[in-house]
């Protein structure tokens, strides 16, 4: 079965740039979304199709894909954007999760 | 505006059923598919399946298969969500979100607590 593979965690100090990645076998042919959650929250949808924005969320949050990679980068990255990030994909009309990284500011 | 509101949390016994229930407002209500998805205590997300509101056709995961049943009932613009055979393992947070580019929005999330 398919899977996404995410680094548990990925540390960054204020005003950095943090990338968080998901991993799958030719993942860059599929579309990719990415969610952020906080503590005792519903998920909320950050990118789309790869690299597209909703609209409310800040341009510094970014999206990019390619070969079995896809990459979630967040610039001059704030104590708020602290959450877990999961990445989703599709495969033979099943979504698939990754596991989660947890993105710490510090 | 665009809203998935969840019905409260449950408690049940090993081999009992739940049926959770998602209502949809702000939008056409036949437009958008409506998926399910489950966080463990502590866990990740793991998709559950999904419904056409509009003809009512499902799909599921090949893990739930026999287990989970999704309808909807378009004259409230609410989905329902049944899992049976329920195991302490099926003790959860469990989302609705509707399909549109991704999953955008989530409903609030209904707990599911199962213990003897």
């Known amino acids: 079965s398919y899977e996404l593979t995410q680094a548990p965690s990925v540390s960054v100090s204020p005003g950095q740039t943090a990338s968080i990645t998901c991993f799958g076998d030719?993942?860059?042919?599929?579309?990719v979304s990415w969610y952020q959650q906080k503590p005792g929250q519903s998920p909320v949808l950050v990118i789309y199709?790869?690299?597209r924005r909703p609209s409310g969320i800040p341009e510094r949050i970014s999206g990019s894909s390619s070969g079995n990679t896809a990459t979630l980068t967040i610039r001059g990255t704030q104590t708020m954007d602290e959450a877990d990030y999961f990445c989703?994909?599709?495969?033979?009309?099943?979504?698939?999760f990754g596991g989660g990284t947890k993105l710490t500011v510090l | 505006q665009v809203q998935l509101v969840q019905s409260g949390a449950e408690v049940k016994k090993p081999g009992a059923s739940v049926k959770l229930s998602c209502k949809a407002s702000g939008y056409n209500f036949d437009n958008y598919y409506v998926h399910w998805v489950r966080q463990a205590p502590g866990q990740g997300l793991e998709w559950m399946g999904m419904?056409?509101?509009?003809?009512?056709?499902?799909r599921y995961t090949q893990k739930l298969q026999g287990r989970v049943t999704m309808t909807r009932d378009t004259s409230t613009t609410t989905v329902y969500m049944e899992l049976s055979s329920l195991t302490s393992e099926d003790t959860a947070v469990y989302f609705c979100a509707r399909a549109r580019h991704g999953f955008d929005p989530w409903g609030q999330g209904t707990l599911v607590s199962v213990s003897s």
């Open positions: 199709q790869h690299s």
């Open positions: 419904i056409n509101p509009s003809g009512g056709e499902t």
């Open positions: 030719k993942l860059g042919n599929k579309y």
């Open positions: 989703l994909a599709w495969d033979n009309d099943t979504a698939i």
